[in-house]
Every structure is written in structure tokens, then in C-alpha cells.
T-cell receptor, first 115, second 115 residues
Framework: EAGVTQSPTHLIKTRGQQATLRCSPI?????VYWYQQALGLGLQFLLW???????NRGNFPPRFSGRQFPNYSSELNVNALELEDSALYLC??????????????FGPGTRLTVL | AQSVTQPDIHITVSEGASLELRCNYS??????LFWYVQSPGQGLQLLLK??????LVQGIKGFEAEFKRSQSSFNLRKPSVHWSDAAEYFC?????????????FGQGTTLQVKP
């Protein structure tokens, strides 16, 4: 069974540009989560989508946004890129629709570099 | 505020030696608890999880963890370390009383294995 997949593997952008990161969940999973892993800041929760709806958002500015498509895949968009947005962006998926006992499985990540 | 502490940033053990990675959490009730492992440049792989019941949980790759409510700890152990276990290990918690979808991660412990 295929795991969570993310594309692209690497992305290089310049300040002020927009970045789009993509994630495909494990088959049968309806929830998708996004995390940022920046050097020195650890793993921080960005967004949670379930059944096409945004369910929760971390402490990030509005220029971080996303969506979930009917096939449960997801996009993370980062507008007006800043140097400090350089990080590994991890996507996770879970079965969804459950409280707490829902295990998140992670993809390999997209390495975003902002020059 | 909920928090997770991994007191050891870096640990070095000899191949074949036993391993214990510490994790402490700060939360009013018993949260859901996870250990993930990350190899360089890779995503997170789930090692094991605790939701309720038996406080000693078994995971993949020969790892186990013990939940101790009195110490608010969830330490990860392995009786005999292999060179392939060298990686970064993350403890994570999810509050059991609210459905936020948010995993709170510790800072991570980097494991180095000496031949």
C-alpha cells in the first residue's frame, strides 16, 4: 500500500514569490495535516483538513493557506515568501472523523528554499 | 500550555548497547502519545503509540515505550541498538480531550551509534 506522497521533493523560490506544495494521502484517509520543520524551530503544526474543510490552523500568518480536494489530496500555498519560510514541509494523513485516536502517517516532505 | 520535553538533544551509544530516550509532557490529563523517527532528509516514521490500556507498548524495529502517569513520561527503549537506528527521534502528544488534529512535538533527540 502506498504511503503519503508529496511533490515536489525540492522547491527553490525567491523572496516575494508564491510556492505550492502538494500532498496525496494514504488511500482511505480523509484527513490531511501540514507541518513546518524549520531549523531551530522544530516541528510546528500548520493546518488540518478533513472532508474538504479546514478544521484547525496553527499559529501562522494568513499567507499560509491551503485546500483539500474531493479526492482528499491537498495543496499548501505560501504567498509572499520570506527567507524564514525555508524549511521542510511535512504532510501527514489519517483516517479522519475520529477524536484523538487517529494516527498521523507522514510523507517524505518538500524542502522549500527561499533565496 | 501543553508541552513536550526531550531532555537529551544528542545521545551516543555503542552498537549492541541498550538505549533509553526520555520524553516528558505537560498536560492536565493523559494525552495520546507517539514516538516517531526521522532519518536525515526524510519524513517521520511512526515507531509506536499509546492511547490507553497497557502502559508498556511495543513498536516496530524492536522498540518499546512505557507510559508512567506519575512521572508524566513516555520513554522509548531498545535492548540492543543497531547502526541503522542512528536517526532523530521525536516524541509527540495530542491532547485527548479535544479534537484539534494537532500533534505537539518535542525538540527531538539525535541518536549516534558507535561501531
Amino acid at each position: 500500500e502506498a504511503g503519503v506522497t508529496q511533490s515536489p521533493t525540492h522547491l527553490i523560490k525567491t523572496r516575494g514569490q508564491q510556492a505550492t506544495l502538494r500532498c496525496s494521502p494514504i488511500s482511505g484517509h480523509t484527513s490531511v495535516y501540514w507541518y513546518q520543520q524549520a531549523l531551530g524551530l522544530g516541528l510546528q503544526f500548520l493546518l488540518w483538513y478533513d472532508e474538504g474543510e479546514e478544521r484547525n490552523r496553527g499559529n501562522f500568518p494568513p499567507r499560509f493557506s491551503g485546500r483539500q480536494f474531493p479526492n482528499y489530496s491537498s495543496e499548501l500555498n505560501v504567498n509572499a515568501l520570506e527567507l524564514e519560510d525555508s524549511a521542510l514541509y511535512l504532510c501527514a494523513s489519517s483516517l479522519g472523523g475520529q477524536t484523538g485516536t487517529d494516527t498521523q502517517y507522514f510523507g517524505p516532505g518538500t524542502r522549500l528554499t527561499v533565496l | 500550555a501543553q508541552s513536550v520535553t526531550q531532555p537529551d538533544i544528542h545521545i551516543t551509544v555503542s552498537e549492541g548497547a541498550s538505549l533509553e530516550l526520555r520524553c516528558n509532557y505537560s498536560y492536565g490529563a493523559t494525552p495520546y502519545l507517539f514516538w516517531y523517527v526521522q532519518s536525515p532528509g526524510q519524513g517521520l516514521q511512526l515507531l509506536l503509540k499509546y492511547f490507553s490500556g497497557d502502559t508498556l507498548v511495543q513498536g516496530i524495529k524492536g522498540f518499546e515505550a512505557e507510559f508512567k502517569r506519575s512521572q508524566s513520561s513516555f520513554n522509548l527503549r531498545k535492548p540492543s541498538v543497531h547502526w541503522s537506528d542512528a536517526a532523530e527521534y521525536f516524541c509527540a502528544v495530542e491532547p485527548s480531550s479535544s479534537n484539534t488534529g494537532k500533534l505537539i512535538f518535542g525538540q527531538g533527540t539525535t541518536l549516534q551509534v558507535k561501531p
